[in-house]
């Protein structure tokens, strides 16, 4: 197998194929590689460490601002989203000399636009001589903190690289592939499956992210794309409509806990099973499953190592973060609980950051998820833990989503199927669960939704969805 600083000369030296497109219809990969040259003669200094927001979401500047930067000293800083407050918090954290924007934008103070549309014109060509270290920090990730408070996590040149080209060679990608992303490219899961596999791959991507279902299967038959790039929240949204797609050879789902009844209705309606990618920003992706009829097991990726430790996952992979602390082999001990099956399969049981103590017992809060969402008529359901100064040390808290149902006939469900100290002390139905772009939960809006009425009253709801009962 070629060497990654091997595979990295050959990435930036020029596109394979000039002439086929990167976003299908609108930028060549000869386009890609110009804008790439626009950001290292006008924006990239060649001999100045500097770190630069990546405040866009056009793929085509990001795919073009990520090669220019194999050649530079440049670290990206990219933001979860790209609100105001968003990249003050961000700033605090890492700060960025400039941002690269796609309009005017209200910026800390200090740091100056790049704006991403004077990047794709012109005929620059890109200078190729020099490629930087495959072990420097090369993009910084500021995660939106879905279960914690948000983080910022480096990952190198290999990180990122070593991945994609993985990815690319594991799954059969080739230029004739086509991928349609409901994703964004500012999360580890979109940036890697919808803008570096394809552009170490020679691959296409269809311009737009698609949100909606027959957004999504419009895209997909219009385009005939034959890779899906989704979420378990998209996919569950395409269980409501007839689903049809006879171009798609490949369903890729990551972020979240792919439901089984959205999986096994998708490959009814389709005949493909969803791909469930695992893996986190900062350890990368670490296994797979092929979801049909039911939930098998995750397979490790051939080129990740991996034990369980006292129930935990630990793993050994180029792809970790090189803030992650590491045992004397190299291994990370992950926070997700797992057992083995076998030699090369384990079965994930939840997360250590899933269990908390309510009056000095243990409490699992996705066994309480899991209790609700087998309700009939419950689509979703949030569980958390809210610190409390009473003897409880928390206290349980429950958003669910879901019709004609109400929180009383919910905790009646509960009753026979979790301990007393397990109910939860709140609960509120709603017609839809807060979430990010990236299909994972939003907790502090999803906390403000819980917190908004204290008295636990039955009246009527806002807009999205019922008070507490």
């Known amino acids: 197998m070629t060497s990654l600083p091997r595979q990295l000369e050959k990435l930036v030296a020029g596109p394979t194929y000039p002439n086929a497109y990167y976003i299908l219809s609108k930028y060549t990969y000869e386009d890609i590689y110009t804008i790439a040259g626009n950001f290292q003669r006008y924006h990239f200094s060649s001999d100045v460490p500097e770190s630069i927001c990546l405040c866009v979401n056009d793929r085509a500047v990001i795919a073009g601002a990520m090669l220019a930067a194999l050649t530079r000293p440049v670290t990206l800083v ?10 003050s918090r961000m700033y605090k954290t890492h700060p960025f000399s400039r941002a690269v924007v796609q309009e005017p934008t209200a910026l800390p103070r200090g740091v100056a636009p790049i704006f991403a549309d004077r990047c794709t014109i012109g005929g620059t060509q890109m200078d190729a001589s020099f490629v930087r270290h495959p072990d420097s920090v090369f993009v910084k990730l500021f995660t939106g903190g879905s279960t914690k408070t948000p983080r910022m996590w ?3 040149v290999r990180n ?9 060679a594991a799954l059969g990608i080739s230029p004739e592939d086509r991928f349609a992303a409901t994703v964004p490219a500012n999360h580890i899961y979109g940036l ?17 992210e698609f949100t909606y279902p027959h957004e999504i299967q419009d895209a997909v038959k219009q385009n005939r794309a034959n890779i899906l790039v989704s ?3 998209h996919y569950k949204m395409l269980a409501g409509i007839s689903f049809t797609a006879e171009s798609l050879c490949c369903a890729l789902s990551s972020a979240a806990r792919l439901d089984p009844a959205d999986s096994r209705l998708f490959y009814e309606q389709t005949g493909l099973g969803i791909t469930e990618i695992f893996g986190s920003t900062e350890t990368g992706g670490i296994a797979s499953r092929l979801c049909r009829d039911n939930q098998p097991h995750f397979n490790p990726f051939d080129c990740i190592d991996w034990k369980i430790v006292d129930g935990l996952l630990a793993i050994r992979s180029e792809f970790i973060s090189p803030e992650l602390p590491v045992d004397p082999e190299g291994f990370f001990t992950t926070s997700d609980r797992a057992d083995p099956i076998g030699s090369d399969t384990f079965e994930l049981k939840g997360r250590t950051d899933r269990i908390v103590k309510v009056g000095g ?3 699992d809060l996705d066994e309480i998820r899991f209790a609700i969402t087998g309700m009939p008529k419950v689509r979703d359901a949030a569980v958390i833990c809210i610190p409390v100064d009473s003897g409880r040390e928390n206290e349980i808290w429950a958003l669910v989503a879901a019709e004609a149902t109400t929180g009383k006939e919910i905790r009646q469900h509960l009753l026979h199927r979790v301990q007393g100290h397990a109910l939860p002390r709140r609960i509120r139905v709603v017609e839809a669960i807060p979430v990010s772009p990236a299909g994972k939960y939003e907790i502090t809006e999803i906390k403000n939704l819980l917190a908004a009425d204290l008295n636990e009253t039955t009246q009527p709801a806002t807009t999205t969805g019922r008070k507490p009962s």
């Not at 990219?78 to 990249?87: A, E, Y």
């Not at 990122?160 to 690319?168: G, H, M, N």
């Not at 803008?195 to 991507?205: E, R």
């Open 192 to 208: 890697l499956f919808s803008t570096l596999v394809p552009l170490v791959a020679s691959a296409s991507v269809i311009d737009g």
């Open 231 to 233: 979420t378990p929240l």
């Open 361 to 363: 017992k243990r409490v």
């Open 154 to 156: 480096s990952k190198t």
């Open 78 to 87: 990219i933001p979860h989203t790209c609100s105001t407050s968003v990249l």
């Open 160 to 168: 990122l690289f070593s991945e994609a080209t993985y990815q690319a």
